[in-house]
């Protein structure tokens, strides 16, 4: 079959949603014409945050409203497809604010989590974001204490507590003397990539940059 008749019937039997609006996209896209202009919504100077231990922290889009339902259909609701579509604003925010590495890394879930999710959406983010710059995506941390979510803690310290000593350096990881790119899925308060940079510039890397497809406002 060829390939413009097969799109037409997957087109015609499986209509594709926009990712943020849910309504009907058409022709495969994943982002409807609205929200594609409408989105990302942080503009380039604001899209920087400064949180100690890191070079900076960089996010395209603002944590509300329909950014934050997809992002959370994305996270617990198998949505997994979704990775191409932020990895794109990631990739597009990183080259606004000309930021250049050695490797791309991820904050990664716990072996329990993960088994229960059945994939790691900081990975597949990190993963598309690597693929369309060229450059490696690296397992550099690994998760050893698993942890309650973030998102249950109550303040900035509590987070920081919740996020002290749960990450570690791989043993095979190569980090000393590189710019290292790190990746999550939101950042709120910061302590966990606070956390993950300060174990990556414990082991030599040069940079730590982070970028998240969502914030908070501040």
Known sequence: MKNGLRDTLLELFFPTRCVFCRRLSGKGEPVCRACLE??????????SRKLPGLDACLSPLWYTGRVREALLRYKFRDCSGYAPVFGKFMRKCLDENRISCDSITWV??????LRQRGYDQARLLAGEIAAEAGLPCEALLEKVRNTPAQSGMGGREARRKNAAGAYRVREDAVIKGKRVVLVDDIVTTGETLRECARMLKAAGAKSVTAVT???TKD
């Open 38 to 47: 409408k989105y990302p919504d942080v503009p380039v100077a604001a899209q």
């Open 108 to 113: 990664p879930l716990s072996a329990r989590r």
């Open 213 to 215: 497809a969502a914030r």
